[in-house]
């Protein structure tokens, strides 16, 4: 009996992305071997289901209630019932507007919050390699690019890292940097491109990084569908993001 309690605490946790490291690989093996773990994660997952479309249900039960509370009475006069027909049926159609919109506008919301807190939780500002020993321009000029980014004066690093690789291209580091500079100024479009950049070139350190911070663009510019190939590439190879990548991916599909 305690056994099932542990499984049921431990599963809630599993569903809402608060395992890692140890705990989600001990639970994985568990899941491997044990078709008990494997039927409460089952029916743990049709629970919230249930719920969350039993979300749906009452909405349309407080539809029904108000369609009967505005429906017409009888009038002797037709000519007055006629304009209290007309109105109740524009008052209908202006509440099941309304009520649309809200559930819209929570179905997107909530998107949103649930996207910004994965964001929160998991993404983090890339901290730099240590600088190459160089005495040139181009090296004088990307120590005051990291050294403006250090201070987070993010506007300035950006300026200074554009101008690094408008001397020298090849410097991967450099296109990562200026990537997670923008997504520091929510410019997360121009911060895809710099973190392309580096994925195409396919021979430097800094693909694990680029391939990583590319998806929580995905996320904030509402590109769904490419966040969930992004993390589930993560989530199938050999990265150190690996584990954080399944949980996103839970959270996300």
Same mark, same amino acid.
């Given at each position: 009996?305690?056994?099932?309690?542990?499984?049921?605490?431990?599963?809630?946790?599993? #569903?809402?992305? $608060?395992?890692?490291?140890?705990? %989600?690989?001990?639970?994985?093996?568990?899941? $491997?071997?044990?078709?008990?773990?494997?039927?409460?994660?089952?029916?743990?997952?049709?629970?919230?289901?249930? #719920?969350?479309?039993?979300?749906?249900?009452?909405?349309?039960?407080?539809?029904?209630?108000?369609?009967?509370?505005?429906?017409?009475?009888?009038?002797?006069?037709?000519?007055?019932?006629?304009?209290?027909?007309? %109105?109740?049926?524009?008052?209908?159609?202006?509440?099941? %507007?309304?009520?649309?919109?809200?559930?819209?506008?929570?179905?997107?919301?909530?998107?949103?919050?649930?996207?910004?807190?994965?964001?929160?939780?998991?993404?983090?500002?890339?901290?730099?390699?240590?600088?190459?020993?160089?005495?040139?321009?181009?090296?004088?000029?990307?120590?005051? =690019?990291?050294?403006?980014?250090?201070?987070?004066?993010?506007?300035?690093? %950006?300026?200074?890292?554009?101008?690094?690789?408008?001397?020298?291209?090849?410097?991967?580091?450099?296109?990562?940097?200026?990537?997670?500079?923008?997504?520091?100024?929510?410019?997360?479009?121009? =911060?895809?491109?710099?973190?392309?950049?580096?994925?195409?070139?396919?021979?430097?350190?800094?693909?694990?990084?680029?391939?990583?911070?590319?998806?929580?663009?995905?996320?904030?510019?509402?590109?769904?569908?490419?966040?969930?190939?992004?993390?589930?590439?993560?989530?199938?190879?050999?990265?150190?993001?690996? $584990?954080?990548?399944?949980?996103?991916?839970?959270?996300?599909?």
């Amino acid at each position: 009996m305690d056994k099932k309690k542990n499984y049921t605490k431990i599963i809630d946790r599993y #569903l809402d992305g $608060d395992l890692n490291g140890l705990e %989600l690989q001990t639970l994985e093996k568990e899941l $491997d071997s044990s078709p008990e773990l494997r039927k409460e994660l089952k029916l743990q997952r049709e629970i919230n289901a249930a #719920l969350a479309e039993k979300e749906v249900l009452d909405l349309r039960a407080q539809l029904k209630v108000i369609h009967r509370s505005i429906e017409p009475v009888p009038e002797r006069n037709m000519a007055r019932k006629l304009v209290h027909s007309k %109105l109740a049926r524009i008052a209908a159609a202006s509440v099941v %507007l309304l009520i649309t919109i809200a559930v819209f506008t929570k179905n997107f919301t909530g998107n949103r919050v649930n996207d910004d807190k994965i964001f929160n939780k998991y993404y983090e500002t890339y901290k730099p390699l240590n600088v190459r020993s160089g005495f040139g321009e181009i090296d004088k000029m990307y120590r005051n =690019a990291l050294t403006a980014y250090q201070k987070e004066n993010y506007e300035k690093a %950006l300026t200074l890292f554009e101008e690094v690789l408008e001397l020298d291209q090849s410097r991967m580091e450099a296109n990562l940097m200026t990537g997670v500079s923008n997504m520091e100024l929510d410019e997360y479009e121009e =911060a895809s491109s710099s973190f392309r950049k580096v994925i195409n070139h396919n021979d430097n350190l800094f693909i694990e990084h680029a391939e990583w911070y590319i998806g929580f663009c995905y996320i904030k510019t509402d590109n769904t569908d490419k966040a969930i190939e992004q993390f589930a590439k993560i989530a199938s190879g050999n990265s150190l993001n690996k $584990d954080k990548a399944k949980i996103i991916l839970r959270k996300i599909k």
